[in-house]
């Protein structure tokens, strides 16, 4: 499948300082990639590059086989910032129609952008009366002239609500559904954990981890914590079958590497009627997060 996104050995300097160095990835049709990062890690340098706002000192990014800041990769990708602004006298179907001349398209369409991003009733209400979520979706409406190839979205939930987030990642499901590709930065790692096919983290311009939550999560062999529930009676017997069990009212707290999780679980199962339940804990994306970046800036 051709990538809709490619980048390859990107390096970007100002000065004496190196923003990215050897940074490869791609993001194919359909996909959803998270970019993880501190603050000063690469990501919004990143993100200008692919934008064709500033240039790579060395390396080559494609979009949709052009270049960066080409007309044709200015027609294939979208950009949504963490605060998108717009006039609050403007209704939001009176904004989207503005933004639709200056692209040269079709005014009717506005109405339909603000229906695909749950707007369709409050199309008519000024944008100062809006709530932050709906000024997002707003801004999403814009991204989505001209039907982008790519999405590139900066903290895009940053400051909504948990509805509104839940709504918003369903936006973009919908949207990667249909073959959009999404590259999103978010500090939000529990919501972006579950919204996502795959992960990259920068740390100090370097690309130091990608893949899936479950391959990283091999990777990193981090414990897995396991909480096994005892039959009444069997607690202590259980502990002393499970090393390092810790038992607390009846439940057992116990953990094992993610290499000695199956036996650990194959020994739990044998324990049958003795227990009633089971809960699996693996490790977190923060916790994969931390991991990552403190072995890279080691």
Do not use: W
Not at 219 to 247: C, E, W
């Amino acid at each position: 499948m051709t990538s809709t996104l490619t980048i390859s050995a990107l390096t970007k300097r100002f000065g004496e300082v190196a923003a990215l160095t050897g940074v490869s990835l791609s993001v194919a049709p359909g996909e959803r990639v998270a970019l993880l990062g501190h603050n000063g890690a690469g990501k919004s340098t990143l993100m200008k590059i692919i934008l064709g706002l500033i240039p790579a000192t060395s390396g080559e990014v494609t979009i949709c086989d052009a270049a960066p800041g080409s007309p044709a990769a200015r027609r294939a990708v979208a950009y949504l910032p963490e605060n998108a602004a717009f006039h609050p006298a403007l209704t939001g179907l009176e904004q989207i129609r503005h933004y639709l001349a200056l692209r040269g398209e079709e005014q009717g369409q506005a109405m339909r952008l603000l229906e695909m991003v749950g707007l369709g009733k409050a199309a008519r209400r000024r944008i100062g009366t809006y709530s932050k979520g709906m000024r997002q979706r707003v801004g999403l409406a814009q991204a989505l002239i001209g039907n982008p190839r790519l999405l590139v979205l900066d903290e895009p939930t940053s400051g909504l609500d948990p509805v509104s987030r839940r709504e918003f990642y369903v936006l973009l499901d919908n949207l990667a559904a249909q073959g959009a590709s999404i590259l999103l930065s978010s500090h939000a790692l529990t919501e972006v954990e579950a919204r996502t096919d795959r992960i990259v983290i920068l740390s100090q311009g370097r690309l130091v981890a990608e893949g899936s939550l479950p391959d990283l999560r091999r990777r990193a062999d981090l414990p897995v914590m396991l909480h096994v529930t005892a039959r009444n009676g069997y607690g202590a017997d259980i502990a002393r079958l499970l090393p390092g069990a810790i038992l607390v009212d009846g439940a057992l707290h116990l953990t094992c590497r993610q290499s000695a999780k199956l036996e650990t679980l194959g020994t739990i199962a044998g324990l049958g009627e003795k227990i009633t339940d089971l809960e699996v804990l693996p490790p977190s994306l923060e916790d994969l997060y931390a991991h990552f970046s403190q072995a890279a800036a080691q």
